[in-house]
């Protein structure tokens, strides 16, 4: 179903009630743009922490837009032995409320404009039909000032619009206009007492206090106050009449935020597919601005989403990326229709539009959630539980290009990879890749993550030989070699010296955990997809111990050619720790895809 | 006719055509929004001085895109005694030219966007169908690239497409790819030796010098290498083929910039309304981006619009100031049909949209264009030498709501007025204008200029109270109270420590001329239209003299209501020096309407 600012409000009800009734949904969003700096490369880091990620993201993807956002609600009918969908796409647009609401400006890249216009994407639709929306301070805000308004109406000071918001005060009246305003007041005092009902005064502002005033457009938008002679109850009713219509107009700004505060409160799980940068957009958009600190941000999330699952980071994990060459979501959907998976069993509800998975419609917010629910709906049957109604909690997202870190931990503290075979270089502008590899001709194969025009992190195959590369780079001029450690350290030192708590490093190589609220010790650990455990429950286990790396995650699917020979590598497990490295050799990649 | 990425190149020499014929063009631009700082109140402050307002539209106007720019031509037929006009309105956005070439990020202002939905605007044309566009250096630079690639490939050097632009270095081959590489390497081999016209290389990269090798796309999009077997000639003739191609692609991503120089080169008045941000725009997005200071914008400026008329300008000066109540396209459009004036006797050439102005199409580039021209036209005439073919060069633009400086002499220095009675006053946040009016309220009326929370202009109506207002001030702890004179002296000092010059200030109140160019003399001055010099030559006067302030311009038709009475300002007009306060009185206005 197409929403749009037209058919928004009649339109609700519906999706209420598919919320209300649904298993689970599945959503996904489209945006103007995704990097107003640095390119998606360097964007997206192979060795970013997961602050980094998130705080890159919050930095240069935000200021653009969310235009359109899909939800599709997956119903279990028993009967039918399938799944009944309920697609919506909805067109959003922050349409300005009224002149003194913000005025929200967003950015635009040509890249992604021009790729969604490729698609056929109708960008009039956005811009002249979109669904407005408030966050919860807006929200707030507007309601107070609606109070407001009325309590000094109802007090008689006269409303505050009589006050020119950017004049910062009451007019002065200047000596040609007191004439013009005495002839009014002359006219209202008039109606007073003559037998007229009502009074059109010209086009114009300024009124006295103590009978029925209203503000009145003519077609041609023209304003003008119709000042009208009631008695208690008819002005009483009238006032009450004025009220309702301003609540309704304050619950039609709220616009589409309210069907975000429905997802939420429905407490259903939530699926999408490399769905970080679309939690992001749709707290920071529909929610609150996105704070500063990551872990904040984990528990804004939980509040808006209590369950989430990423169907990127589940074709990544075991048992699926054994199944799975490419986890883009096309590429996924396509995969899972075929053995040893089984195309689900679905049927879109009546009155809802059908889409076809063979004409592909990619890159519409509802046909993407559409196919997002089909993937998970596969893989969930593949592992033998997915109506089983019980719960399939995954609260992590995927990390999309992070070597070593699969996924951000909605509910406690990230994975910290051992990166001791990682080094910091850095060097004159001018180097190149082949520069770095030159350097390290002796280390045997090394992998580079460019970080800026003069840095690099430089990771070798074998740990042993990091001592060696430090003793050899002692007396360079040109060039600088720091361990991760003391890299990281010194960025830690930088933090302090800002004022910010340093965070404390295990022994064993894994943070320790910060956060105590009560899910943490529970979530602390790497989700594994069994066949056994299932969906319902997933296996948990402390990171530190073998079980830990045994199946973990990381097929990435974007890969175009890798670097590394993958015998190097596997030397590298030794410490039965979540291995950085295992994951490094099919996980590290240089493309422009993303999925 | 209205021009996009379909039909640029076979419209071309239509443009080309009727800017060689024409007698004169109007233009007329669309963005994507105003400011994305201060409001338009603040962005338009009316005591800025040229440069402050220069320095502001460029900080926060320039980020938009200017997305539709309207051309419509006007030739004077002698037989048939009327202007055949020729409209152009063509949609423009910067879709990017390839993967290497920069990927602009443009701002959009919600209220914008959603004023010119609602005129019905068509944004999937801009954003599907807009014509792409190169400044001058990015031209410069692509056709560098472009000639270096050809280069290389003649000293058999290789693509430089072949060395990924991300990794910065030629790639290094893994080893589980050398198999393959060495595949291709055998089947190139293979086809010098057997009777095989052609190979097609599995979509992928990488290719031996030595043959003639083309990138071929399916039509999927996918691309693959054809490895072509050909004698020396033939060679030869594909190459050329492939270079004249190179070329035409490199014309086509200059695109819409073409016909900014079309219209440089052909010296033609242009005419606008209220042109200041379309100049602005014009030259930031299709020539460089716009220099630091404004007397290098005048430069500029001269250099891509060599004549240039405001017809904004034009309207609100004399003989028209006193005959048009609203210089507003809209409102101007209507004036000049009815007497004094007459409508312009005009007809659209063959082949082109047939504007009709009792169905306003307002907004719509081309159509704003037209009018402006048809205003331009009706004026010209009342002063009874419209196709006179002498030169009407008014180089100004107006200020749009500066109290006492109409316009930007583009030739030239600007207008000094004197300030005296001008006073800057800081104080706590929590002032407003009522408070300021009342500090004030023993120098009868004042007006005030907002600049920040806790600081605004006051303009006291005598200035012979401004001792008596400092004075009073003295010991004043919660304001304070500086001159203009001394607010003036505080920024140039400031600017001094940050390394710039100071300007002169002559005696008389006026800047002294630094600006040394054969024109500046000759410009100095304000342009007076009178019906006796016409619209060929300006009489020029000094503005030292009783005559500068004769028909001193300025009335500015946004007003709905003004602070000031006249009597108060009327006694200021002493020292014959062109009078900032006589315009004051009709000048200070504050509203939100542009024209």
Known sequence: MEVTRRNFKESLNAVYSALEEADFLAIDGEFSGISDGPNVSALTNG?????????????????????????????????KS???????????????????????????????????????????????????????????QLREQSEERRHQHANGVGTPSFISPSSKGPAHVPEEH?????????????????????????????FPKGIHVETVETEKKERYIQVIKVDDEERKRREQQKREREQEELNDAVGFSRVIHAISKSGKLVVGHNMLLDVMHTIHQFYCPLPEDLQDFKEVTMCVFPRLLDTKLMASTLPFKELITNTSLAELEKQVKESPFKSPQVETAEGFHSYDTAQQQLHE????????????????????????????????????????????????????PKRDHVLFVTFPKEWKTSDLYQLFSAFGNIQVSWLDDTSAFVSLSQTDQVQIAMNTSRYAESYRIQTYAEYVKGKHQNKEKLGQTPKSW?????????????????????????RAAGLRKRSISPVQGEQGSADAPVTDGWSNYSYPDSAGSKKMKTDGVYSACSHTADGFRDSMCSG
């Not at 295990?506 to 069994?530: C, L, N």
Request: net charge negative.
């Open 178 to 206: 007191k004439d013009f305003i005495n002839r009014v007041i002359g006219k209202v005092d008039a109606l007073l007492t003559n037998s007229e009902k009502s009074l059109d005064l010209d086009p114009c502002t300024g």
């Open 82 to 140: 399938k799944y009944i969908t309920k697609p919506f796409n909805f067109y959003v647009f922050p349409k300005p409320f009224n002149r003194t609401s913000p005025d929200l400006k967003f950015i635009c890249q040509s890249s992604s404009i021009d790729f969604l216009a490729s698609q056929g994407f109708d960008f009039n639709k956005v811009f002249c039909q979109g669904i407005p929306y408030l966050n919860q301070e807006e929200e707030v």
């Open 365 to 416: 917010a509802g046909y993407d959630a559409y196919i997002t629910g089909l993937c998970f709906v596969s893989m969930a049957n593949y592992l033998g539980n997915a109506h089983d109604r019980a719960d399939p909690t995954f609260k992590t997202l995927f990390l999309m290009r992070i070597i070593d870190i699969p996924y951000l931990n909605v509910t406690g503290p990230d994975l910290q």
């Open 47 to 79: 060795l970013d922490t997961p602050e980094e990620r998130y705080s890159k993201l919050k930095k240069h993807s935000m200021d653009f837009l969310l235009f359109q956002f899909g939800i599709c609600t997956f119903k279990y009918d028993q009967t």
């Open 506 to 530: 295990g022994e064993d190589g894994w943070r320790k955990p910060h956060y105590a609220s009560a899910t943490s010790a529970a979530t602390f650990g790497y989700p594994r997809y069994t």
